[in-house]
């Protein structure tokens, strides 16, 4: 055999070598029924009791220590849109790489009496029992995607207290009849993944750009696409630039950021039964008026 046929018969089996692979991977169908990890073993599905009201029964409640132990806990919790006062995004970037994050929302709800209660959602590969995650793993169709409803402090203690991350924490400015929509649309994408799962990718599937086509959904070319759906760790200051984040007068996005570090607040207020509340009372900041979505 000479060496230009050795050459050829490298390439020929390198290409169906590819083929194979990309086969096995295009063909893999996700599922619902692994041996899931206890924090992704629960999928989030909403009952609508009525229109605008909503009971959520599998609300994850985990507690999380520096250790590294968890509580598993789940709980029910009924809901209406309509007392919807305030939504926050929040940025976890991925100490090995800034440039790369873990961003999720919060939503607040404070009905006629003052009772509020905060509930977060956040896009997430579903892993299984021994799985870690991987980027590589998460481009070519290995996890599942899942929407985590939880408690704010199971999110927020999870990354601030468990994993000691950084955590940034972003009020956005819309108006109340918006975060009532987004609202309406995340429950109904939630709905709709459990019922016909779909994979995780770290491209065009993950934890930001899938808020954002919610977002989309709701308000149509909201948030245009732009590299920070892929680098995720600049979706905050493109919120910013588009003025979907509330801001003091003249305050630059790296003056805002340099007040929006919650994680020594997490941990100070941790343990606290009114966790939400307390470490926004601590938070503090003027605001403005910014940039509300702009409906047809």
Known sequence: MTPRDIANFAILFATLLGLVFA??????????????????????????????????????????????????????IDVNAADISEMWFFIEPFPENPLFAHSF???????????????????????????????????????????????????????????????????????PDQMRRLFDYFVRRTNDLAARPRFYNTLHSNCTNELAKAVNEAFPNALPWRRSWVFTGRSADWLYELGFIEAADNETFHMLTNRSDIRSLVHAHAAKAAFADAWRASFGGATKAGSAIKTP
Not at 32 to 59: H, I
């Open 23 to 76: 086969a096995v991977v295009l063909t893999k169908t996700p599922r619902a029924d692994r041996d899931w990890k206890p924090a992704f073993s629960q999928v989030a599905t909403f009952e609508e009791t009525s229109p605008g009201r909503y009971r959520l029964p599998r609300l994850r409640a985990f507690s999380f220590a520096a250790d590294g132990a968890q509580t598993p806990d789940w709980r029910a």
């Open 105 to 175: 929302l919060s939503f607040v709800f404070e009905d006629e009496s003052g009772r509020r209660d905060t509930i977060s959602v956040s896009i997430e590969a579903r892993m299984e029992k021994g799985e870690s995650y991987s980027a590589l793993k998460g481009a070519l169709r290995h996890y599942e995607l899942m929407y985590v409803w939880s408690t704010e402090r199971d999110i927020l203690t999870r990354i601030a207290v468990g994993l000691d991350h950084q955590l940034y924490a972003y009020k956005l400015d819309l108006d």
